[in-house]
């Protein structure tokens, strides 16, 4: 069973929810510490961040298939030649 559990990164999570994973953890971690199995599955990403390890955009495919895929086709295509052209506005 490979079903992982992630903050979505697309809104700002609430702090009952940040409270949830800081308290997961810290239960994973005192469990590790003191030589337990924790039989639970991460993304690649977070096992890179534990790591150390700087992220690749190759990483965004395990988080979300269908974003990643868009976002590697705007990449691989000349969107100029399609007359397609992107905004971005960023609202804090």
């Known amino acids: 069973d490979t079903y992982t ?3 979505k990164s697309r809104k700002k999570p609430s702090p009952k929810i940040l409270e949830q994973f800081n308290f997961l ?3 994973f971690a005192k469990a ?3 030589g337990y ?3 639970a599955h991460f993304t690649e990403l977070f096992y890179k961040r534990m790591l150390g390890k700087k992220p690749e955009f190759e990483d965004m495919a395990t988080m979300d298939a269908r974003f990643y895929d868009s ?3 705007i990449l691989d295509n000349n969107l100029e030649e399609m007359g397609v052209e992107f905004f ?3 609202d804090e």
Do not use: E, S, T, Y
């Open 37 to 39: 199995n924790v039989p």
């Open 71 to 73: 976002m590697k086709w």
């Open 88 to 90: 971005f506005a960023i």
């Open 25 to 27: 953890g810290r239960l």
């Open 5 to 7: 559990h992630q903050i």
């Open 32 to 34: 590790l510490f003191d």
